[in-house]
């Protein structure tokens, strides 16, 4: 079978069933004494495009998209490793810039590597700590379904062929990591991600868009991009947060437009 064909979840799903991967339900692996680590890579011409973006903010973003994981984790960010691949002829001045959007996070790099490749990738791991982490697999009937902020910013962005930077929500997701059933933060699209909340959980999403509130010049459609880095929670009381649906007995996610049936794509690797 292809990865074009398994997808992201298929591969996954096949790891662990051989035994060469475990404990990989949540957005970052948890280990003794609440240390929290996670990864994400950023590929050039597949997470960016560089007259798309200045190397400011793609150092801003490399760092994001892994502080996100930490923030739905409930952690406190302790630090980053920044591995850096890229051709011969970048610019030093270029790649200062780059660290200099890391720095901007206010969570320091503690060590790394540099490489050589044939385009530019960066791989960060960023760790901290929680004295406690949801997951996604803890969601029941009767919860609410909550949001930290608005959504479809990257995919109005993606349309105007720019990219926005990353919200970070550390102090969100210490206060959700407190009390909430399941967190993850919103990368592959609304309906993609909760669908993991479903699916762990083993129960149904109801989500009514009407109530999810747009990012300024997102349309509907633009829920479906992903890469929001928002973060979805169940909670037994919204808490002040964005209240946008609800779990139920069942199974899958249930889209609804004013109480009518309403699909959104997400985003799936290898397809």
């Not at 404990?23 to 692996?29: F, G, P, Q, S, Y």
């Not at 630090?79 to 206010?106: K, M, N, R, W």
């Not at 379904?145 to 062929?161: D, H, S, Y």
């Not at 909670?235 to 946008?244: F, K, R, T």
Request: charged share 25%; hydrophobic share 45%; with cysteine.
């Amino acid at each position: 079978m292809k990865l074009s064909e398994a997808g992201e979840l298929g591969l996954l799903a096949e790891l662990e069933r051989r035994g060469l991967a475990q404990r990989i339900e949540n957005d970052a692996a948890a280990f003794g004494a609440g240390v929290i680590v996670t990864q994400d890579a950023l590929v050039e011409d597949v997470h960016f495009r560089l007259e798309w973006i200045s190397w400011r903010d793609l150092g801003w973003r490399a760092a994001a998209v892994n502080l996100s994981d930490l923030a739905a984790s409930g952690a406190d960010a302790e630090g980053l490793l920044v591995t850096l691949a890229a051709p011969g002829d970048v610019q030093v001045e270029d790649v200062v810039e780059l660290y200099e959007g890391i720095a901007e996070t206010e969570v320091p790099v503690l060590g790394g590597d540099v490489s050589r490749a044939g385009r530019i990738m960066l791989s960060v791991t960023a760790i901290g700590r929680s004295e406690r982490v949801p997951g996604r697999g803890g969601a029941r009937p009767g919860d609410q379904l909550v949001v930290t902020g608005p959504l479809g910013a990257a995919g109005a962005a993606f349309r105007r062929e720019s990219y926005v930077r990353p919200p970070l929500r550390l102090t969100e997701g210490k206060q959700l990591g407190a009390h909430a059933n399941a967190v993850l933060d919103i990368s592959d699209g609304l309906a993609v991600d909760a669908g993991h909340i479903a699916s762990r959980s083993g129960c149904r999403v109801v989500i009514e868009l009407e109530r999810v509130p747009l990012a300024a010049g997102a349309e509907l459609s633009d829920l479906g991009f992903g890469e929001d880095y928002e973060l979805l929670a169940a909670v037994e009381s919204p808490s002040g947060h964005i209240l946008i649906g609800h779990c139920e007995e069942g199974a899958g996610v249930e889209l609804t437009l004013n109480g009518e049936p309403y699909e959104l794509g997400g985003w799936q690797h290898f397809r």
